[in-house]
């Protein structure tokens, strides 16, 4: 008999293990199970898994609730991910409902009333059961969501514009740092603290002021991807799939095994309407990356959002997603969600 239990720490392995399991697509993902947890004190975590009478970990998932931006106002909202089944589970639909309300039962009086989660568009496994499965909390589409991944010895390149500067923000004042990125800050942006670690920040100055921002985030300390393989069409392909993205300044297509070496460029402020600025921004932040020993720079918008008519030229590759609001319907919030939102 299989029980939904709160996960433990002697879980670890078992839940490593069905976070490693690819996702479906053309380029399969899994998450590297070396990952720790990330350590925060602005966190809430709730983990369930399904256990066998064995004690063997059947199922996984988890429902983390963070300080959000949300109608204007700081909130805690909850971001459900690491939604995992053993082949041993499939087709048990309604153990997967009841754990998701599980995880929906955690919600405290003073969070927002519906969490949020996102979907790859090619998982289309997941999208299908999770849409309509019976007895579940509904799923509403907030909007379709884009991560553009630039090769970052490519964005390396792009400089400040005439009249303006790029400097590292330990040499810029913190509050107006501040003050320009929570004006910026669209639904579902994560609340940051920028005097909290001022040097992974890069800020564009203009005659001293600053007038736009971006985070250097690696994640790579608790989020690693792995290129787990690609469908055989593309496997066959990627030799010469390769030569044009090279040529193209794009990201190339790692060997499966593979851990994808990106950093985020985060926070993206004070640049909608000039592509230049935003260009001046990642380029500093691709330099960040490089130096850290990452080969690509990562962005992510909801494909409303202010800043997608000025990411759409550029070199990249394109990954779609899906964002839900999980229980309630999310109201008038989302249509311009934060690009960090399908990253929590």
């Not at 909130?75 to 995992?84: A, D, E, K, S």
């Not at 303006?164 to 004006?183: N, R, T």
């Not at 020993?293 to 550029?314: D, E, I, N, R, Y």
Request: with cysteine.
């Amino acid at each position: 008999m299989t029980r939904l239990v709160d996960a433990t720490a002697e879980d670890a392995a078992g839940i490593a293990r069905l976070l490693a399991t690819p996702t479906g697509g053309a380029v399969r993902l899994a998450t590297f199970a070396a990952c720790a947890a990330p350590v925060e004190d602005d966190l809430r975590h709730h983990a369930l898994v399904a256990r066998a009478a064995d004690g063997a970990v059947l199922g996984h998932g988890a429902r983390t609730v963070r300080r959000l931006w949300l109608g204007g106002e700081r909130r805690w909202v909850g971001y459900l991910h690491g939604l995992r089944r053993d082949e041993r589970l499939a087709g048990s639909g309604r153990a997967l409902a009841r754990g998701l309300q599980q995880l929906l039962s955690t919600h405290a009086d003073d969070e927002a009333g519906h969490d949020l989660t996102a979907i790859l568009g090619a998982n289309n496994r997941a999208r299908r059961v999770l849409e309509r499965l019976p007895g579940a909390p509904p799923y509403h589409l907030v909007g379709e969501y884009r991560t553009v991944v630039l090769r970052a010895r490519a964005a390396a390149r792009w400089l400040p514009p005439r009249g303006s500067e790029i400097a590292s923000g330990a040499q810029a004042s913190a509050a107006d740092v501040q003050a320009l990125v929570d004006a910026s800050a669209e639904d579902y942006a994560p609340v940051v603290d920028v005097a909290a670690d001022p040097a992974s920040w890069w800020v564009a100055l203009s005659e001293g002021r600053v007038v736009g921002a971006v985070r250097c985030w690696d994640r790579r300390g608790h989020q690693c991807t792995l290129v787990a393989g690609y469908s055989p069409s593309l496997a066959a392909l990627r030799p010469l799939a390769n030569l044009a993205l090279a040529a193209g300044r794009r990201p190339g297509l790692p060997p499966a095994g593979s851990a994808l070496e990106v950093v985020y460029a985060a926070h993206l402020s004070g640049v909608a309407g000039d592509p230049a600025l935003l260009r001046a921004l990642l380029g500093a932040a691709a330099r960040a990356a490089l130096a850290r020993g990452a080969t690509a720079l990562v962005v992510g918008l909801a494909a409303h959002h202010p800043l997608s008519p000025l990411l759409a030229p550029l070199p990249a590759w394109r990954l779609a997603s899906r964002l839900y609001a999980v229980g309630r319907p999310p109201g008038r919030a989302a249509r311009l969600a934060s690009p960090e939102a399908a990253l929590l």
